[in-house]
Antibody
Framework: EVQLVQSGAEVKKPGESLRISCKGS????????ITWVRQMPGKRLEWMGT????????NYSPSFQGHVTISADKSISSAYLQWSSLKASDTAMYYC??????????????WGQGTLVTVPS | QSALTQPASVSGSPGQSITISCTGT?????????VSWYQQHPGKVPKVMTY???KRPSGVSNRFSASKSGNTASLTISGLQAEDEADYYC?????????FGGGTKLTVL
């Protein structure tokens, strides 16, 4: 069974760093690209960026470039989303999702359960 | 990168059909046959309902159909059921990037 399991909810202070994770199982991790999606409270889905777990090639949305870092460790079938200095506006649910193949043009067929990040102002 | 434009809300009665529009530009929806639609129930994870404009993943009801004309894509749900009440998001490839729509809340009356 294909699964993407994300790390648990986080409450952090402004200026703190954070890394959340997404562990894939039940499939060949390096054969499917992973995308991170943000959903602020009551708001729409937003594409943050996509990574190829084979070689960690990463493509960022211009809206998130420079604000977050996406990485992967294929040895443990995990992808990561990282902030060096959180802001209150980073408060959101973050989803990892798998493309149905090794291309960003393919749909997102499996999603993690989401990680809620709260940064009180 | 601007969001694709969707109506904020649509509604319909059980058994009826509704259509949700998704308007982009010649750089995304109009340029690529790579539009997908996602359903998200409150507090739940999004689920892909259609992809590559009109294809349906296995397990998705054939009551869901999608199409595209020019810069506008559409999702049609026929034979509305109470369980269809959810938020729906369109999504398009845009030349190396991905853009989602603003989302449409479907209410089944």
């Amino acid at each position: 069974e294909v699964q993407l399991v994300q790390s648990g909810a986080e409450v952090k202070k402004p200026g703190e760093s954070l890394r959340i994770s997404c562990k894939g199982s039940g499939y060949s991790f390096t054969s499917y690209w992973i995308t991170w999606v943000r959903q602020m409270p009551g708001k729409r889905l937003e594409w943050m960026g996509t990574i190829d777990p084979r070689d960690s090639y990463t493509n960022y949305s211009p809206s998130f470039q420079g604000h977050v870092t996406i990485s992967a460790d294929k040895s443990i079938s995990s992808a990561y989303l990282q902030w060096s200095s959180l802001k209150a506006s980073d408060t959101a649910m973050y989803y990892c999702a798998r493309h149905s193949g090794p291309l960003v043009t393919l749909p997102l067929d499996y999603w993690g359960q989401g990680t809620l990040v709260t940064v009180p102002s | 990168q601007s969001a694709l434009t969707q109506p904020a809300s649509v509604s319909g009665s059980p058994g009826q059909s509704i259509t949700i529009s998704c308007t982009g530009t010649s750089s995304d929806v109009g340029r690529y046959n790579l539009v997908s639609w996602y359903q998200q129930h409150p507090g739940k994870v999004p689920k892909v309902m259609t992809y590559e404009v009109s294809k349906r993943p296995s397990g998705v009801s054939n009551r869901f159909s999608a199409s595209k004309s020019g810069n506008t894509a559409s999702l049609t749900i026929s034979g509305l059921q109470a369980e269809d009440e959810a938020d729906y998001y369109c999504c398009s490839y845009a030349g190396g990037t991905i853009v989602f729509g603003g989302g449409t809340k479907l209410t089944v009356l």
